[in-house]
């Protein structure tokens, strides 16, 4: 754990999360205005003291606005990823455990999700079903349990034939306690670093399907609604366009720095060659 | 290696038939068909054309039923025709009686999308592999850390963003390059040399974008391979030789960093001929991407059910050959498999 | 210390020298910046390009079996009908010269214009008139179009330049119904499949331009055709480049790459006044739509069946701020389905002022009071709250947000959700299971509407999907049908308008402006727009010389 602290990229990453976070948290204190007050007197009006990010198209307050939509990025995040990893952990241990036909079959529907370009996978559903913040999160899931599976699934496949878990066995333990007590446990450090680097994924993912139309709907405020609704005023409004645009880079950028961090810190391999 | 490959392709056959089905059925999950567009919501059309035409696409019948007629079409690779525009061919051209050709929808989006997906994996690889390399061998230090933040922005802009502000940078701040589309107009009377430059010039900006992401995942994962193979034993004898560093640094290490990429490029095939539905909604270019966005808001199953399956396939093959290579290129695959 | 790898400069020098190479190479080609006097007037010539932007893609040339706008934006280039509407949006001659309607009101004779030829010299009759009406009522013809045309009984061309439609009934749309139908080539269309022929990517027609080149998911060309109908254009070329995203049309404006676009009201009223760069080469025009938004009520859902409610919710939502607030002013309240200044729309009628109030008032008298005191108003224990669905408009979805806080400021609890195409009309709008929509109409210049508000109507997949029932509403509807006398049916649709106003099933909302920019360098335009829009005059826009564009040439 100290490791991370030691990786300056992962401290910066940690400490991006943990800024944005706290905003988003704690939005509805910290919001000068209410995200949905429309004021049509004062439309598309540049940064200033009142108004610290600018107004949109409708009057509404860019900055109250940015701090509702971290709260809807990070719930998409979070969720998504939960989904999936939970999916992700179940499938790929059991195929890991039990191998046999199981494990084959588990693989050839890891191989028939990877095969369908997620993107597509995923505009096709949603255009489905209606896009709302729910469906958007539970697509995203669907859609990205995959490498879970199979890091899960390689993790149990080479840890199955250690000592301390063949102890267990000949001491008569079950299977559920091997699973749940021996082998996912050791089998966290590829799990964490994946489920934070997929926080990122879901974030990118919902910008581009706002850009489309299909991402969180109005009138609710999400970094990548504001971007797109500013897309044609992109230098008569820059305003709409820098602050969402930098908060994405920013966050993204900050669990990619966390996540690779702590790959770097807990990776056994790397650590103790140094 | 024979039985290995005989095993992979019977296992294709299956795959695609049960992607094929999972495709269908998510498609008609979907409430509305093609008689449901905006278009088609004229108080000057009647309710009785869009019955005449879901009767005339069988959507009217079971969904079961459907998926047989069109597995049953299929299997002459048959890809039919698309529902939005009748007379266009799904997959490849047709000539009626006349001798007129009409071009096949795919036929025509696939290579537009296949170019800049090739030229963009080209500058990735290009670019990531020096970057990668570079970092490794510095690590820690500031060449190391630079990089990997510039390629962490890479990782973390979001793409519309960086190409519209690209797009006024360029074209209209500046007029260095088009802004969107394929061609300018007119282009087709330049002689070829300029004919290509103008394509390029068109082509960079999609190009950049397209190639951003991959850009920062390959640069990385250059960057972790090299470091974990110059960790190797194997590297410090080389060293303990006196072999000169540039040959411990490329032949051995590199070369042996580089395996798993080629599992990596078998991965990234889906990407390849799945355009980004943004980058060409943004630049105008009429691609893949494009042809199955609009097909899926429209409800143009025959195209939708086209685009998947040849993606399907293509992806399994590519994974197929992938594999292959990776099992050629490593010395202990291809010994141990042929014993 | 390890030592940057040789090999690794050297490619990044390649790739350097590269990119410097085409950037270099792009500087020089880029337009010469020269002071253009777009300002005075010039004399009009002949010659130039215009280029505009689309959206999406036609998917063919053939209006009739074709959909969407974009088809019938360029086909309207390409083909004539027999009648047209003029700058008045009176109806006229365009082919035909003059036409009689029988006593009977049942016969209606179309006398042709002489000399008239297909764009490759073949002379235009009324068997290619007969020729179409055939086709479009043709079973086999997948067209969505052929309900009004199968109406015809008799179809004759007994000479060349007459033809002759009898009907049934009288039938009032006819003569409407007669501008909008593209005249096709008997000669090159006979013995085909409309369906499936090539004709439909390279038409020939017989209006200003002729079909050049179709670069596909690109662009599409037209020429001046030299044997048109009606005239010389003075433009030789229209290009319709097709690019998707809005915000990227916009772009190429500013760049110089298109000639014309149509602006959002932000773009219109905020953008450019605040550049006098954009000022000084593009010019700004305003022509009202016709179009109209509104809120469709549910009629067979409670409390929607209460017309004290649905008059209530019409009071309570301020249209004027709406249009303030959306449309930045650039709109018009309506108060009949009608576009405003037409002869249809009843200039008696006002719209529903913005009287919370009163609105208050109708809802206590309907039985809606805070009675648990929650800040919604209740009735029998059920609070009023329902769902407000949209399809994915901007322009909508901020009007629904405004709706939503006015009806909230009542005590009304409205939430808004917006829902893609095509699963808003299957699954919502086919089957009846929505409470409150937000939608437009898009209307042509013919009076009827009973396809959407009479009883009739009311099937899955019909256009009376909101439950409309009023007997004398159905009356005066077939009424209008059949009144051929401009005079008279004005009188029956002003008294349809006036019912339907204080029955309220809709809520009007707004009539919004087209606003289209040109730049300066096309001239011609008719400034303030006629009510039939700028483009009623398109032909006679020119390009002076100085002005055009640079054309690519072979060096």
């Given amino acids: 754990m100290r490791a991370i602290f030691k990786n300056p990229l992962a401290l910066a990453g940690l400490i991006i999360i943990g800024v944005i976070t706290f905003m988003a948290l704690f939005a509805p204190f910290i919001a000068p205005f209410d995200p949905d007050a429309i004021n049509v007197k004062s439309i598309l009006l540049a940064p200033s003291t009142e108004h610290w990010m600018g107004t949109d198209g409708l009057g509404r307050d860019v900055y109250s606005r940015m701090l509702f939509g971290a709260r809807i990025s990070l719930l998409v995040g979070v969720v998504a990823v939960g989904i999936a990893t939970l999916i992700g952990i179940f499938l790929g241990a059991i195929a890991g455990f039990y191998r046999g036909w199981v494990d084959t079959i588990i693989m050839r529907l890891v191989d028939v999700m990877l095969s369908i370009p997620t993107f597509f996978l995923i505009l096709a559903v949603i255009a489905f079903l209606t896009p709302s913040i729910w469906n958007i999160m539970i697509v995203i899931g669907l859609t990205s349990w995959m490498g879970v599976t199979r890091l899960v699934r390689a993790e149990f496949l080479s840890l199955r034939n250690r000592e301390f878990v063949l102890a267990s066995q000949t001491l008569g333990a079950k299977d559920g306690r091997l699973i749940f007590r021996q082998l996912l446990p050791n089998s966290l450090t590829p799990i964490i670093v994946s489920s934070v680097l997929g926080i990122a994924s879901a974030v990118l993912v919902e910008s581009g399907l706002s850009f489309l139309g299909l991402g969180v709907q109005a009138p609710q405020a999400s970094w990548g609604n504001i971007l797109t609704d500013g897309k044609e005023y992109i230098e008569f409004a820059w305003w709409l366009s820098l602050f969402p645009g930098l908060a994405i880079l920013i966050t993204v950028m900050g669990y990619n720095l966390l996540g690779e961090g702590l790959r770097d810190a807990l990776d056994p391999r790397t650590s103790n060659n140094k | ?118 030229l963009s994996l080209t500058l990735i690889i290009a670019i990531a592999l020096p970057l990668g390399v570079v970092s490794a061998l510095t690590q820690n230090r500031l060449p190391d850390r630079s990089i990997t933040i510039f390629v962490f922005i890479g990782f973390a802009i979001p793409s519309f963003w960086l190409a519209l502000m690209l797009m006024y940078w360029t074209g209209v701040s500046h007029t260095w390059l088009p802004i969107s589309g394929l061609h300018s107009l007119g282009a087709e009377k330049l002689s070829h040399v300029d004919q290509l430059v103008d394509s390029l010039k068109h082509l960079a900006l999609p190009i950049l974008i397209s190639g951003l992401t991959g850009l920062a995942g390959i640069s990385l994962f250059v960057r972790n391979g090299m470091l974990d193979v110059l960790h190797q034993d194997y590297i410090t004898t080389a060293r303990a030789k006196g072999l000169p560093e540039h040959t411990v640094v490329y032949k051995h290490a590199l070369r042996n960093a580089l395996l798993p990429l080629i599992t990596i490029f078998g991965l990234s095939i889906p990407g390849l001929i799945g355009g980004s539905v943004i980058a060409e909604s943004i630049f105008a270019i009429p691609g893949m991407g494009k042809l199955f966005y609009d097909a899926v808001l429209m409800r143009d199953f025959p195209v939708i059910m086209g685009i998947l399956t040849i993606g399907s396939a293509l992806t399994l093959i590519g994974n197929l050959l992938a594999d292959l290579a990776y099992a050629w290129a490593d010395p202990r695959v291809r010994k141990g498999v042929s014993q | 210390m390890q030592q940057k790898p040789n090999r690794l400069r050297l490619a990044l020098n390649a790739l350097l020298s590269t990119l410097l190479v085409i950037t270099l190479a792009g500087c020089e080609q880029q337009k010469p910046q020269a002071a253009l006097d777009l300002n005075r007037a010039y004399p009009s010539e002949s010659g130039g390009t215009l280029v505009d932007a689309m959206s999406g893609e036609p998917s063919n040339l053939i209006a009739m079996m074709a959909g969407e706008s974009s088809s019938s934006a360029i086909a309207g280039n390409i083909f004539n009908s027999l009648l047209k509407y003029d700058k008045n949006l009176e109806l006229t001659g365009e082919l035909a010269q003059s036409w009689e309607v029988s006593a009977d009101q049942k016969t209606i004779t179309f006398n042709l214009k002489p000399n008239l030829k297909w764009a490759d010299d073949q002379p235009l009759t009324s068997d290619d008139v007969l020729f179409t009406w055939k086709t479009v009522t043709d079973d086999n013809t997948h067209t969505p179009y052929g309900a009004d045309y199968k109406l015809v ?403």
Wanted: glycine share 6%; net charge neutral; charged share 20%.
């Fill in chain 3, 153 to 555: 009984k008799k179809a004759e061309a007994p000479n060349p330049s007459t033809f002759i439609v009898t009907y049934a009934q009288p039938y009032a749309p006819a003569l409407d119904s007669w501008s909008g139908l593209h005249i096709l080539p008997k000669h090159l269309l006979a013995g085909q499949d409309i369906n499936n022929t090539p004709f439909s990517r390279h038409p020939v027609g017989s209006h200003y331009y002729q079909f050049d080149t179709w670069k596909k998911g690109e662009s599409i060309s037209l020429k001046r055709n030299p044997n048109a109908t009606q005239g010389q254009a003075k433009i030789d070329h229209l290009v319709s480049r097709i690019i998707p995203d809005r915000a990227a049309q916009f772009l190429e404006l500013m760049a110089d790459n298109i000639d014309s676009m149509s602006l959002n009201s932000i773009q219109y009223a905020r953008i450019f006044p605040a550049r006098p760069d954009l000022t000084a080469k593009i010019a700004q025009y305003k022509e009202l739509g016709n179009s109209y938004t509104y809120l469709g009520f549910n009629l067979k859902r409670k409390p929607f069946d209460d017309v004290r409610v649905r008059q209530a919710i019409n009071y309570a939502i301020d249209k004027q701020e709406i249009i303030d607030g959306v449309l930045l002013g650039l709109g018009l309240p309506v108060a009949s389905p009608y576009k405003p200044g037409t002869r249809w729309s009843n200039p008696k009628l006002q719209p529903y002022p913005y009287d919370p109030q009163k609105a208050i008032a109708l809802l206590k008298a309907a039985g809606y009071e805070d009675h648990d005191h929650d800040g919604i108003l209740d009735h029998d224990g059920k609070p009023l709250s329902f769902e407000i669905l949209t399809n994915q408009n901007k322009e909508r979805e901020m009007s629904a947000v405004l709706v939503q806080r006015r009806l909230k400021e009542i005590g009304i609890d409205v939430k808004i959700r917006v829902v893609e195409w095509a699963t808003f009309i299957s699954r919502f709008i086919k089957t009846g299971d929505f409470n409150v929509v937000l939608l437009g109409w898009g209307l042509g210049l013919e009076p009827d509407q009973f396809n959407i508000w009479h009883s009739s109507q009311q099937a899955p997949g019909q256009f009376n999907f909101i439950g409309y029932h009023n007997a004398k509403v159905d009356k005066l509807l077939e009424a209008g049908r059949m009144e051929l006398n401009p005079d008279k049916r004005m009188k029956i649709y002003h008294e349809f308008a006036e019912i339907l106003l204080a029955d309220s099933p809709v809520v009007y909302l707004y009539a919004g402006y087209g606003l289209p920019a040109m730049h300066k360098r096309v001239k011609g335009i008719d400034d303030p727009a006629p009510p039939a829009g700028i483009g009623h005059n398109a032909y006679e826009w020119y390009i002076p010389a100085p002005l055009r564009r640079n054309e690519m040439s072979a060096e």
């Fill in chain 2, 1 to 118: 290696m024979l039985k290995y490959l005989m095993n992979r392709l019977f296992w294709m056959v299956p795959l695609l038939v049960g992607i094929s089905l999972i495709s269908f059925l998510i498609m008609h999950l979907a409430p509305g068909d093609i008689t449901s567009t905006e278009a088609s919501f004229n108080p000057k059309t009647s309710e009785e054309s869009r019955q005449k035409m879901r009767e005339l696409y069988n959507l009217d019948k079971p969904v079961i039923l459907q998926y047989g007629l069109w597995l049953k079409r299929m299997s002459t690779l048959d890809f039919g025709h698309s529902f939005a525009s009748h007379q266009s061919p799904v997959f490849w051209q047709e000539t009626d009686k006349d001798g007129n050709v009409t071009k096949g929808m795919i036929q025509e989006a696939l290579p537009v999308t296949l170019l800049i997906n090739v």
